[in-house]
């Protein structure tokens, strides 16, 4: 069975920093595409991030040179190392595995909350 | 940027097919897909490439993309369909998301 557990999130500072995870079970994290995608309380979903084979990624304009896509084959796990946070990155933040068709995302985690506020 | 413009929302009776729209600039030319949110849950992919169905998801989903739009079609719309829907497609390395249809059933 395919899982996806995020963790990691909850209440930070303006400009601070956080690691969320995303632990994966019932498929290997490093033969698939990994994404996250966001989401404002009340509003819409925000692609974020996708990671491809090896380490390649591409970002949102909105999280470019402040967020980081990583994973960790060992742990078969995925990251999103977050910098720099603004009080407009509050949201539930989901990982998701790219399907192998590409460019659609066929499994999800349950998400994490990340609240930047004062 | 590229953006993909849906009604904020839909009404239909039970039973009746309700058609969500999608809209993005020569969006036909690329693959769209659909999601499925019920409040408090993750998003469920509903659709893909256009017009597919992953394993699970009813007959009564279906999908086209033609021109500048592509279109969510629910044919005998249940109750448990209640749900924002979201159509999603890619821009030069970028994901894209509609801002989402709330589909209500009445």
């Known amino acids: 069975e395919v899982q996806l557990v995020e963790t990691g999130g909850g209440l930070i500072q303006p400009g601070g920093s956080l690691r969320l995870s995303c632990a994966v079970s019932?498929?290997?994290?490093?033969?698939?595409?990994m994404t996250w995608v966001r989401q404002a309380p009340g509003k819409g979903l925000e692609w974020v991030s996708i990671?491809?084979?090896?380490?390649?990624?591409d970002y949102a304009d909105s999280v470019k040179g402040r967020f980081t896509i990583s994973r960790d084959n060992s742990k078969n796990t995925l990251y999103l190392q977050m910098n720099s946070l603004k009080a407009e990155d509050t949201a539930v933040y989901f990982c998701?595995?790219?399907?192998?068709?590409?460019?659609?995302?066929?499994?999800w985690g349950q998400g994490t909350l990340v609240t930047v506020s004062s | 940027s590229y953006e993909l413009t849906q009604p904020p929302s839909v009404s239909v009776s039970p039973g009746q097919t309700a058609s969500i729209t999608c809209s993005g600039d020569k969006l036909g030319d690329r693959y769209a897909c659909w999601y499925q949110q019920k409040p408090g849950q993750s998003p469920v992919l509903v659709i893909y490439q256009d017009s597919k169905r992953p394993s699970g998801i009813p007959e009564r989903f279906s999908g086209s993309n033609s021109g500048n739009t592509a279109t969510l079609i629910i044919s005998g719309t249940q109750a448990m369909d209640e749900a924002d829907y979201y159509c999603q497609a890619w821009d030069s390395s970028t994901g894209v998301f509609g801002g989402g249809t709330k589909l209500t059933v009445l």
């Open positions: 019932g498929f290997i994290v490093s033969s698939n595409y």
């Open positions: 998701a595995r790219v399907g192998s068709g590409g460019w659609y995302f066929d499994s």
């Open positions: 990671i491809y084979s090896g380490s390649s990624a």
